[in-house]
């Protein structure tokens, strides 16, 4: 059932079996693995079905160094960012998992093979379970063959798109599920700990209004993304001083996005057949494939890099103004079909904000927060272009004609403990202090972007029979500031580790030192590939939920 905690007749104290702490892919998947089972439930969700800016800003903090805005980069509402994500959906690969003499602190505690049947389960989650796939990349037939680089340089992996979105798919089974109790509108302030801090008591609870209780369990789990479970672990300080889970000062360190920035332009004579494999506006159905131009294991290998993908975007010829109106209605019916004005505005405010100048744009992405009588004049007067565009993509050609492309890199960032979060002495309207983001990048993600942006663009222009242009901040000592933004993909925080020394969560995403404390999502990856995160967060979830109810089973049988 989903209940109101802004709601009178809501009880203030709850007493359960499993409390999870955050609605969106990670919590709801942990959540949906109790459906009908004997374990009691009751997941804490801080915002309500729909966006509300009150809650938002329940996300505002502050940065310094490369650009994170905590506030614009993630979503506070049932359903979580998925709410706003681009559904590319991919697996990590076997070497991405592994210990890599040239990264440091590389290599996760749980290996590819131990998480692929996770993996196949996670894509029922994701409603793609139709495409089989192997080792970081989805099998499904390509539509258009991708170009033919040098394997040992370039390779291709293949994403899925999906178009679940996890708030609204699974909203109304957790409505008619009476072992599980949603609890809109109420905020974890602390986890509450006995004296040794070796087991949570209880999870106090507030609103926005006032209202304050706890919700106590015999297991937790943290499930707020990339940025908030470790904020939340750090304001749990009334016993544990420096923050449940911190004795060693981990908590918040190795912060990572994936770093994206232009790399060069390249100018080509066969633009329609380079671009039309790459093409998202071609994909057709409700999860189509894609491929992504990425680096080789053996080119990581050799010549001791991250790992990346690029993605060329046309820029040759101007957008015609009604195809930018097509493209634009499209991403908004996408990402909020029968969303209220509040969420619209809340949603396009974040997309805008994750943009950022010149060409590179997120995924899937609108451009300009107006109304939908606006656009659909803005496509009565660009009718003609429209046309011109049918006809384009009926013979599967892109929809413009471009003469060259913007080579965009989307890169694996090195795990870094300086690269970290704090609390900062701000403090949101719960009373609770916000957040502090310091993003830092190493000479080894610098060094990836140079030499990957060499091997990308020498095969992209023998391939693409052209020319590559490099971006003046690539070359060495060029004193031309690095033109690097993040991607919304929060991850690290809480690195799992199989020594409390080198992590916070153990292989079983068990806080080290925490009996019943469990943490769920992309603050728990030691690395990240350059995969989108979300359906290793399931993966992992789907995992963990097992793990979940093995231990509770074993309990139950103890205590008849
Ligand atoms: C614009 C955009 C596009 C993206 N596109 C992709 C993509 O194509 N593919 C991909 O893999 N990933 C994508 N991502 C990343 C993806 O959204 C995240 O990986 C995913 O949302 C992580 O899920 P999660 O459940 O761990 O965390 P979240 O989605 O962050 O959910 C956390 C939940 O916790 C709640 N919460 C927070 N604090 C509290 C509190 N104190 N008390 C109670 N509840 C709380 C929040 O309201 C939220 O519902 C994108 C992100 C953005 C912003």
């Known amino acids: 059932m989903i209940l109101d905690y802004l709601d009178g007749n809501c009880p203030s104290d709850i007493e359960t079996d499993l409390c999870i702490i955050g609605a969106g892919a990670a919590g709801i998947c942990i959540a949906r693995a109790f459906m009908g089972t004997r ?6 969700e801080s915002g309500g079905l729909h966006g509300e800016a009150a809650t938002q800003s329940l996300y505002a903090g502050t940065y310094d160094g490369l650009p994170v805005d905590p506030a614009n980069s993630r979503m506070r509402a049932f359903g979580g960012s998925c709410n706003l994500w681009g559904g590319g959906c991919i697996a990590l690969g076997v070497q991405d998992m592994q210990p890599r003499e040239w990264v440091p602190h590389s290599g996760w505690p749980v290996s590819y093979q131990e998480l692929e049947p996770y993996y196949l389960r996670a894509r029922t989650y994701c409603g793609i379970e139709s495409h089989a796939f192997t080792n970081g990349t989805f099998t499904t ?24 979105f996890f708030g609204s798919s699974y909203r109304h089974e957790l409505e008619a599920a009476t072992n599980i109790q949603v609890l809109l509108h109420a905020n974890l302030l602390e986890l509450i700990t006995p004296a040794n801090a070796s087991a949570v008591s209880g999870a106090r609870i507030g609103t926005l209004a006032g209202k304050h209780g706890e919700v106590r369990a015999r297991y937790y789990v943290l499930a707020c993304g990339g940025i908030e479970n470790a904020r939340l672990l750090l304001l749990s300080d009334s016993t544990a001083q420096s923050g449940l889970g911190n004795e060693r000062d981990l908590v918040g360190r190795y912060f990572m996005d994936h770093p994206r920035g232009k790399l060069g332009t390249l100018f080509t004579d066969i633009p329609d057949r380079l671009m039309r494999p790459y093409d ?9 494939p894609f491929p992504e131009i990425c680096l080789s294991d053996q080119a990581q290998r050799e010549h001791r890099l991250l790992n990346g993908r690029v993605r060329p975007f046309p ?14 209605l499209r991403a908004r019916w996408r990402k909020h079909p029968n969303a209220r004005s509040e969420t619209q505005d809340l949603e ?3 997309c805008a904000s994750l943009d950022y100048p010149g060409s590179v744009r997120q ?31 009926l013979s599967h050609k892109p929809a413009v004609r471009s003469q060259h492309f913007d080579v965009v890199g989307y890169f694996e960032q090195a795990p870094n403990p300086d690269s970290r979060i704090t609390l900062s002495q701000e403090r949101d309207a719960l009373d609770q202090r916000k957040v502090h983001v310091q993003w830092k990048l ?12 060499k091997l990308f663009g020498q095969e992209l222009a023998r391939v693409g029979r052209g020319r590559f242009e490099p971006e003046p901040w690539l070359r060495a000592n060029s004193g031309v500031s690095p033109n690097i933004v993040g991607t919304a993909h929060h991850m690290g925080t809480t690195r799992m580790a199989e020594h409390a020394a080198d992590g916070v969560v153990d292989p079983q995403c068990r806080v080290h030192g925490v009996d019943n404390l469990y943490v769920a999502g992309s603050s728990v990856f030691p690395t990240a590939g350059w995969a989108f995160p ?27």
């Open 39 to 44: 374990v009691n439930v009751c997941l804490i």
């Open 141 to 164: 037939r390509l539509k258009h063959p991708p170009l033919a680089f040098d394997p040992a340089k370039l390779t291709h992996q293949t994403f899925i798109r999906t178009s679940t």
């Open 280 to 288: 998202r506006e071609l994909g057709r159905g409700p999860a189509p």
């Open 315 to 328: 820029v040759g010829g101007q957008t015609p103004k009604g195809v930018q109106a097509v493209r634009d």
């Open 348 to 350: 396009e405010r974040i």
């Open 363 to 393: 995924d899937n992405m609108s451009r300009t927060p107006e109304g939908t009588g606006k656009l659909a004049l803005r496509m009565g007067l660009g009718a003609g272009d429209i046309a011109k565009a049918m006809g384009r993509r």
């Open 442 to 453: 190493t000479d080894l993600d610098m060094y990836t972007y140079r030499e990957a942006g």
């Open 534 to 560: 979300t359906f290793s967060v399931i993966a992992l979830s789907m995992r963990l939920a097992d793990h979940l109810n093995n231990r509770m089973h074993d309990l139950m049988m103890f205590i008849g």
